[in-house]
């Protein structure tokens, strides 16, 4: 694969979308970078039985960068549930690293049919819970909180969403968390599974070899220019978020995420 400077600049934009997404929404941008990466990596000519694993692997590399940069708006505007993470985020590492080697002995389209399934739940979700008040919150038992980590990290690994796509829902569902922190208490969590399902890709080693720029499953030029986009972009998102109402922003999150069902089954 080759970048041109036309479609550098288009990854830029691509970029751009998928980091506010993530400052807004708490899902590291995977849901914008998937879908675009797969159609990438197919004209690209990339084998099919890795096509998948590549556009999670890189989507996730960027997550990274992305997830990084929401964070330090998020801290700054007091959103996140820090006792949270830090219970969340040895699970999500844990089960991120684990499933980058899993989704590499699994065929793409289970992983796409996985994550349809998954988005199709949380959507569902979302759509039927009311926010919780900051007065009513109930503390939830270590041991939930650590399997929801756990949980997390496996979508990840097995997804390429950095695992905000099940965490959000479960924050507001399981762990009662109102709709204010959602976003910003996802961010700091995923971007544990991130890093671990990103290394995990990072060392695999493919069975063909995909050319120039991979370094296991992740395309570095490409990492390169979403990133640049995504970053500054991610604080936009998280100051947003921040004034958006608890039930607006789950009715948003829902309707996010049936339209990237519809963009992946139509793609399939």
Known sequence: MELNLISFLMFIVVGIAAGFLAGFVGVGGGIIMVPVLLEIFRRAGLPDELVVQAAMATSLSV??????????RH?????????????????????????????TRIPGQWLLWGLSGLMLLG???????????????????IWKI????????????????????VLVPALGLILNVPGSLLAGTSSGTIIFSSLAAAAGYLLATPPVALGSGFVGYVYLPLTLSLALGAVPSAQLGAWVNRRTNGNLFRKLFGILLLLVVVRLLLTN
């Open 63 to 72: 997550a990274v960068f992305s997830v990084s940069s929401s964070i330090i």
């Open 75 to 103: 801290r700054r505007q007091k959103s996140i549930r820090w006792e949270l993470v830090r219970w969340l985020a040895p699970g999500s590492m844990l089960g991120g690293w684990l499933a980058a080697h899993l989704a």
């Open 123 to 141: 959507a569902f979700r979302m759509f039927n819970s009311s926010d919780v008040s900051s007065a009513n919150e109930a503390p939830a038992a």
């Open 146 to 165: 650590g399997l929801t980590g756990l949980g997390v990290g496996m979508v990840a690994g097995l997804s390429g969403l950095a695992g905000g796509i």
